[in-house]
Nanobody, 117 residues
């Protein structure tokens, strides 16, 4: 079963930056490159939402709430996707996960991002 290992979260002040990383394990390269990859987040009491996605060739899409502040990227050879988060706001506080764009794989443990002064 595919597993995703997310890392890079932490506590940051408003306006700060973080870079999240997610590596897919137990997924062969030829399968990985077929998938759109996405970063999702879930805040307490809210549903999980897709915040950014990227195709294997690098086309990206962002939720309006993060557009212009977050940047998603990927390295297919390393089966890794990153989320660079700048100008963080308290409302970005959430547990962040990666998954395929159709969220068809098992969810990892996520990485906590807390934006607070």
């Amino acid at each position: 079963q595919v597993q995703f290992a997310e890392s890079g979260g932490g506590l940051v002040q408003p306006g700060g930056s973080l870079r999240l990383s997610c590596r897919a394990t137990r997924m062969i390269f030829s399968t990985y490159i077929q998938y759109i990859m996405g970063w999702y987040r879930q805040a307490p009491g809210k549903e999980r939402e897709l915040v950014a996605s990227i195709t294997s060739s690098g086309f990206t899409n962002y939720a309006d709430s993060v557009k212009g502040r977050f940047t998603i990227s990927r390295d297919n050879s390393r089966k890794t996707v990153w989320l660079q988060m700048n100008s963080l706001k308290p409302e970005d506080t959430a547990l962040y996960y990666c998954n395929t764009g159709d969220s068809s794989q098992a969810w990892g443990q996520g990485t906590q991002v807390t934006v607070s002064s």
